[in-house]
C-alpha cells in the first residue's frame, strides 16, 4: 500500500481569484513581503499494492482525466511513502 | 524570493465526503485499486527576501491563523524552492 499525492494547480495563465483574495487580505491582517498566491487541491490517494510503473501510469491517467481538469489546470503525481509493513 | 507550499488537509478522524465522493466514483471510471482519497488544500506562497526561521515562523503563524481551520484541518508548511538569482 501506498500514499500517492495529486497536486492540481490552475495553470500560471489563469486568473485565480481565490489565491489573489488570499494575498490581498494578507497585509491587512498583518503578513507582509508575500507577493503572490496560487490556490489549488491536492488529493492523497490510498493505493493497494505496489506502485509499479504500470500503477503510477494509471494514476496519471486518473489524474489527468478526472481530478485535473488540463484545460486550465496541471498537476503533479508523485509517491509519498511506500508502506510496507505487513497488515498495511 | 521563495515559493512555500502550505498544504491543508482535514485531520484524519474528520469526514471527508469531497473524498469519498472521489473515491467511490473512481471504480465506475474503471480505476481500481484507491481505498482511498482524501481532498485538501494547497497553496503556493511567493515570499520576497530569504526564507530564514523568522520568515518561517511567521509563515507558520499565517497558516495556522488563516489558512487551515486547526480545529478540523492539519497543515504542513514546506520551502519548495528558493530562488537566488539576480532579478527574482
Do not use: C, W, Y
Not at 490581498?24 to 490510498?46: C, H, I, N, Y
Amino acid at each position: 500500500m501506498a500514499r500517492v499525492v495529486v497536486d492540481v494547480m490552475l495553470k500560471p495563465e489563469i486568473l485565480d481569484p481565490q489565491g489573489q483574495a488570499v494575498q490581498r487580505a494578507l497585509p491587512r491582517l498583518g503578513f507582509e513581503g508575500v507577493s503572490d498566491v496560487r490556490q489549488g487541491k491536492r488529493f492523497e490517494l490510498e493505493v493497494d499494492g505496489p506502485v509499479d510503473d504500470a500503477a503510477l501510469a494509471r494514476i496519471h491517467e486518473l489524474a489527468e482525466s478526472f481530478l485535473a481538469n488540463t484545460v486550465i489546470e496541471d498537476f503533479t503525481v508523485k509517491v509519498e511513502e511506500e508502506m510496507v509493513e505487513a497488515g498495511k
